[in-house]
T-cell receptor
Framework: NAGVTQTPKFQVLKTGQSMTLQCAQD?????MYWYRQDPGMGLRLIYYSASEGTTDKGEVPNGYNVSRLNKREFSLRLESAAPSQTSVYFCASSEWLSGTTNEKLFFGSGTQLSVL | QKEVEQDPGPLSVPEGAIVSLNCTYS??????FMWYRQYSRKGPELLMYTYSSGNKEDGRFTAQVDKSSKYISLFIRDSQPSDSATYLC??????????????FGKGTKLSVKP
């Protein structure tokens, strides 16, 4: 069972280049997320998708776009990369914690992105 | 003031020590309190969660919530080198997760020396 799979694992971009980070989950989860993790800043939510066909902004959406391609896949696009977007990006999906109104997140292994 | 404060460490302890990891928060609406563990170059994984106040124990791990003080703790007994990781606290109101309402602390990096 692969869980949440992210590609690529590493990427170096020049300022102004564009790229798409891919994410797929095989757990039949409705909700998916994109986070970035920076030293001293912790995990910050970029975008999330509560279900197929819907997306919503998180804490730090500027400079990013997302696409919920289907229930399995949720991609993150950087249209014009900037050095401030150098970070580790994590995709996650979630399921309800039994008997609660909260969810457990399952994370991928991350994409380390450097923008020069 | 950030909604969730967590000392980033690093924290280094000898094998067998009792470890205490802590977070404070300011939002009294938080009801769910979670601890995620993140090994180097991996994504976080849920370790424990508690609802409202009280304690929860799972093997060598104990999670405590003191809502009156807005303070949560994770205790690790008989710590092992395999516990070396970054520990992130996370909190939300009654509806977390898909509502995008889960707030993470910055994480505390723990190293357990043999």
């Amino acid at each position: 069972n692969a869980g949440v799979t992210q590609t690529p694992k590493f990427q170096v971009l020049k300022t102004g280049q564009s790229m798409t980070l891919q994410c797929a989950q095989d757990m039949n989860h409705n909700s998916m997320y994109w986070y970035r993790q920076d030293p001293g800043m912790g995990l910050r939510l970029i975008y999330y998708s509560a279900s197929e066909g819907t997306t919503d902004k998180g804490e730090v959406p500027n400079g990013y776009n997302v696409s919920r391609l289907n229930k399995r896949e949720f991609s993150l696009r950087l249209e014009s990369a900037a050095p401030s977007q150098t970070s580790v990006y994590f995709c996650a999906s979630s399921e309800w914690l039994s008997g609660t109104t909260n969810e457990k997140l399952f994370f991928g292994s991350g994409t380390q992105l450097s923008v020069l | 003031q950030k909604e969730v404060e967590q000392d980033p460490g690093p924290l280094s302890v000898p094998e067998g020590a009792i470890v205490s990891l802590n977070c404070t928060y300011s939002n009294s609406a938080f009801q769910y309190f979670m601890w995620y563990r993140q090994y180097s170059r991996k994504g976080p994984e849920l370790l424990m969660y508690t609802y409202s106040s009280g304690n929860k124990e799972d093997g060598r791990f104990t999670a405590q919530v003191d809502k009156s003080s807005k303070y949560i703790s994770l205790f690790i007994r008989d710590s092992q080198p395999s516990d070396s990781a970054t520990y992130l606290c996370a909190m939300s109101g009654n509806y977390g997760g898909s509502q995008g309402n889960l707030i993470f602390g910055k994480g505390t990096k723990l190293s357990v020396k043999p």
